[in-house]
C-alpha cells in the first residue's frame, strides 16, 4: 500500500509506505535524477555526483549559524537541477563550488567565508582578512 504525492519543494516525491510482514507504516522521499553525473575534480580525476557530499559540506559551512535546514536543502536542490539541466554529463568541481559560494553569500556571510576558505585554500590570518574585507565592502557593512 502507498500514498505519493510531491514534496514541498516540487523536486521529489513523498511515499507513505506499509511493510508488508509487520505493517508500520514509514515515509520515503524520492527524488528524479535526469543522467548519471560526473565530476572532473582536480588533477582531471573523476567521480559520480554526490547530493550527500554537496549537502554535507554546505551544513559543515552553516554549522552553529542561524540557517534553517530547509534552506540548505533548498540550495542543494537548486545546485543540483543546475547540474542536472546543464546538459552536460561531466561538470568541474570548481564550477560546482561557484555555485555553492554564490548560493552562501546569499544565504549567510559567515557561511560563505568559512566556505570560501576552505575552497580558496586560506593559509594564513591575512587571507581570511582580506576576503571579509572584500565581503563586508560588497555587502555595506
Do not use: W
Amino acid at each position: 500500500m502507498k500514498d505519493s504525492r510531491p514534496a514541498e519543494d516540487g523536486a521529489s516525491i513523498r511515499r507513505r509506505r506499509q511493510c508488508e510482514d509487520c505493517g508500520a507504516r514509514f515515509t520515503t522521499f524520492e527524488r528524479v535524477q535526469l543522467r548519471d553525473l560526473t565530476i572532473v575534480k582536480a588533477g582531471n580525476r573523476r567521480e559520480p555526483f554526490d547530493r550527500s557530499k554537496l549537502e554535507r559540506s554546505i551544513a559543515i559551512a552553516c554549522r552553529k549559524r542561524p540557517v534553517a535546514p530547509e534552506r540548505i536543502d533548498r540550495l542543494v536542490s537548486s545546485i543540483q537541477r543546475q547540474v542536472e539541466t546543464s546538459g552536460e554529463s561531466e561538470i568541474a568541481s570548481s564550477e560546482i563550488g561557484e555555485m555553492v559560494m554564490a548560493g552562501l553569500k546569499a544565504l549567510d556571510p559567515v557561511a560563505y567565508i568559512r566556505f570560501a576558505s576552505v575552497y580558496k585554500d586560506f593559509r594564513e590570518a591575512k587571507d581570511f582578512e582580506e576576503f571579509a574585507g572584500a565581503v563586508s565592502e560588497a555587502g555595506g557593512e
